[in-house]
């Protein structure tokens, strides 16, 4: 859930980089709405050392695109690429920060017969950088597209019951994505198929209409998609959200059949759906029991549509928080005991927690340096995806070794 609910990093141009050693690094630039831009490789990485070339093509790429941030896969030769990137973003004019994101199933989903059919013109390579920068702008629309046991979250995943462990997963994706809601007009069939009431038939049925027939302005018109009845429509509706369409209330988590209890409640606060958009919200309700009844509803929906209104179409994952740009690298032999630096929590396991700290390790903090407190597991204090204050205890050059604290820093 941690995972899947990161914030997302929208309105910019991203370069995805996917890093590798032998057959050079593949990079994607995508635009804000996750189209691709331009394809490269190159070679900054050994054997073919090729940095100056790399830095060139980078460079030229930034200043065509415009691009503001750079997403680089954590596999293999993902700190020797950081290493090139931090160069270059020294020595250029234009403001570049980059990311480090977990690359976990990319390889599986670039080689899979949905990102065939997304990008039938790339290879495997191309496709996973592509994955790799869309990750950033919006992680949970990205990461649906993998079967969640490709994303290789936590130990032991072979030991289960397989059936049952896809059941509580597929559960996960789904509160995750009905929270969050989806944009009707720019969802792929893979997301839309984790909305409650939509099957993958019917998700690719939603798709082609949409194709065929250009955006949709209103959620009545999913009635118009075939497969999909009033039944569906009554599951589906409040879940799915349409921005500028000519309903304002399409882009809330209003259900359509309460469309009329909110208009009457806005009438009553004396203003409108379309204000409520422009920061007007927040309202001010003396008695839910009494307002409920003279709007002809219950107590808890009118709660939930004050609640909506209050803060139209807002995104949970703005709360959480945000992936760390950095523009600079540590070495390794650059830490110091004691230094205080901010880290990615990168997995959970039993005895503790491997964060990513910028160097090419990740560092490890001990279950015991934790919290003050005690706690019988390390996911009472941390989940994948936090960004957490650490301080340095310990480093050993020679096993590549770093211990961690998080003692005292994080309240």
């Known amino acids: 859930e941690q995972l899947l609910m990161q914030p997302p990093i929208a309105g910019k141009v991203v370069l995805g980089w996917d890093p590798a050693f032998r057959t050079g690094c593949k990079l994607a630039v995508v635009d804000p709405t996750g189209k691709v831009l331009d394809t490269v490789v190159v070679y900054p990485t050994a054997p073919q050392c090729k940095v100056e070339q790399a830095k060139k093509t980078v460079h030229e790429m930034i200043k065509k695109y415009h691009v503001s941030v750079i997403s680089v896969g954590n596999g293999t030769a993902c700190r020797e690429s950081e290493q090139v990137i931090t160069e270059l973003i020294k020595e250029i004019p234009e403001k570049v920060a980059y990311v480090i994101v977990n690359e976990a199933g990319a390889s599986v989903y670039s080689a899979s017969k949905l990102a065939t059919e997304e990008f039938p013109e790339f290879d495997v390579g191309q496709r996973s950088a592509a994955s790799i920068a869309r990750r950033l702008q919006d992680p949970l629309a990205e990461l649906v597209k993998i079967e969640p046991k490709a994303i290789g979250v936590g130990q032991y995943q072979h030991d289960m019951n397989q059936k049952r462990l896809e059941e509580a997963l597929n559960g996960v994706v789904e509160d995750c994505v009905n929270k969050v809601g989806v944009d009707l007009n720019t969802a792929s069939v893979p997301l839309l198929s984790y909305v409650s009431g939509i099957s993958k038939a019917v998700a690719k049925n939603i798709v082609a209409y949409r194709e065929e027939n250009g955006r949709f302005h209103t959620r009545k018109e999913l009635l118009k998609v075939p497969k999909l009845g009033p039944k569906a429509f009554e599951q589906c509706a409040g879940f799915l959200r349409i921005t500028g369409g000519s309903n304002p209330l399409d882009a809330t988590s209003v259900h359509p059949e309460s469309y009329e209890v909110a208009e009457k409640f806005l009438e009553n606060m004396g203003t409108t759906a379309e204000d409520i958009f422009k920061g007007h919200g927040a309202f001010y309700v003396k008695d839910y029991r009494k ?97 957490v204050d650490v301080r340095v205890i310990g480093v050993d050059m020679k096993k590549k070794r770093i211990s961690l604290s998080m003692k005292g820093l994080n309240k």
């Open 291 to 387: 307002m409920a009844e003279s709007l002809g509803t219950g107590e808890m929906t009118l709660r939930d549509i004050v609640k909506e209104l209050g803060k139209p179409g807002r995104d949970p994952r703005e709360e959480m928080p945000k992936p760390v740009l950095r523009t600079d690298v540590l070495d390794m032999k650059d830490l110091k005991e004691g230094m205080i630096l901010k880290g990615t929590v990168r997995n959970v396991i039993d005895f503790g927690a491997f964060v990513d700290i910028g160097v090419h390790q990740d560092g490890l903090v001990h279950i015991s340096e934790m919290t003050e407190r005690f706690i019988k597991h390390p996911l009472e204090a941390v989940s994948v995806g936090d960004i």
